[in-house]
């Protein structure tokens, strides 16, 4: 009799937790990857993003521990006093929530700055943050923290939100490409004028290395960056060197280097994401896929599917044939995330609300 009512109370924990969160409790073991994050609910949405994430338990130092198995379930359930657990969003076909009003008193959203300035209260800095489309959350210093010079100093911070494929390599028999919908969600009537300067490399002043698939691609990651005034882009392994220096530039000729400069408050060229790239594989991040026939229908499954955010297609030559005509559908996290979060008496921190805006 008890260990039947032990299984019911096991099959009810679970129905409740695939809608819910399970508190004091952790899912041990099979993770994937962890970040920080400010609540539970964000977890649960970096997880949801997140292409491998199917479950995940959180703590109380902002830790997101993102999991998966093969079965789609922990494989045990222990107590665990200040861990909340809980379940991917991805099979409920959901729209994300990536609105995040709560604002985390004496929690620090550390590092990220691009910039500050002085100001009354938390709101205006929240509104300042809003209104910047480069701005995705911000730490505001209180009239009562304990360095006099810092108060009322509102900090705006940037992650990326735009998908950006952590690995791009050659590799015979593939096409990769992007979801056709749109890489920018802001329009400007003005469209930027841009230049390329071939066998060119811009010396120095790197703070960021990502990777592109083009010089164009570089030239878009750079111009939606708030501190990249320029950047260089190696072709022979696909390395897209943001740098920052307003005051200086030094340009030598290199071969195999593009090289070219931010572009701001302009809309912004995004012909790149219209492109097949043959041989060239975005390697890893996959969340499924399927067979189709051509590499066509591919990007038309990738566009039509709201997770997908660009693509790897197995062409017919590919030198395993039974991964020939095989799509891949891929994607990142691209929602605010914070790199680093802490306690810190008397700041706040919080989330641009340009998410939670009503159509």
Same mark, same amino acid.
């Given at each position: ?45 970096? !997880? ?86 480069? !701005? ?18 509102? #900090? ?51 703070? +960021? ?7 164009? #691609?570089?030239?878009?990651? =750079?111009?939606? #960056?708030? +501190? =990249? ?68 229908? !591919?990007?038309?499954? =990738? ?57």
């Amino acid at each position: 009799m008890l260990t039947v009512l032990l299984v019911l109370v096991s099959v009810v924990v679970l129905l409740t937790t695939q809608q819910g969160f399970l508190l004091n409790v952790d899912f041990p073991g099979s993770d994937v990857v962890d970040m920080y994050s400010p609540s539970v609910e964000h977890c649960q949405e970096l !997880c949801t993003q997140h292409p491998s994430c199917l479950f995940f338990s959180y703590n109380r130092s902002f830790r997101c521990y993102m999991k998966s198995s093969s079965s789609g379930h922990p494989q045990s359930q222990v107590l665990l006093l200040g861990v909340t657990s809980g379940y991917s969003l991805k099979t409920c076909n959901l729209e994300p929530t990536l609105c995040f009003p709560q604002v985390f008193e004496d929690v620090e959203f550390h590092g990220e700055d691009y910039e500050t300035f002085f100001t009354a209260n938390f709101e205006e800095c929240q509104r300042v943050c809003t209104l910047d489309p480069m !701005c995705q959350f911000f730490t505001f210093v209180t009239g009562n923290f304990s360095s006099p010079d810092v108060r009322y100093k509102c #900090h705006l911070k940037f992650s990326w939100f735009v998908p950006r494929p952590v690995a791009v390599v050659l590799k015979s028999g593939v096409i990769s490409g992007f979801s056709q919908k749109p890489q920018l969600t802001q329009h400007f009537a003005t469209v930027c004028q841009s230049h390329l300067f071939s066998n060119t490399e811009f010396r120095g002043n790197d703070f +960021l290395e990502s990777q592109a698939v083009s010089p164009e #691609h570089c030239q878009f990651l =750079c111009s939606v #960056h708030p +501190l =990249c005034t320029y950047f260089s882009f190696s072709s022979n392994d696909f390395r897209c060197f943001l740098k920052n220096n307003p005051n200086s530039m030094v340009a030598k000729t290199k071969s195999n280097f593009t090289s070219g400069i931010s572009s701001h408050l302009c809309q912004i060229d995004e012909s790149w994401a219209k492109l097949t790239y043959r041989d060239i594989e975005f390697r890893g991040l996959d969340f499924r896929s399927e067979v189709v026939n051509f590499v066509d229908i !591919c990007q038309e499954k =990738c566009t039509e599917d709201p997770n997908c955010q660009f693509y790897t297609y197995h062409n017919g030559s590919f030198f395993h044939p039974e991964n020939r005509h095989r799509c891949y559908m891929k994607r990142v996290v691209t929602m605010p995330t914070p790199s680093h979060i802490r306690k810190v008496d008397n700041v706040m921190s919080g989330f641009t609300l340009r998410n939670c805006r009503s159509s």
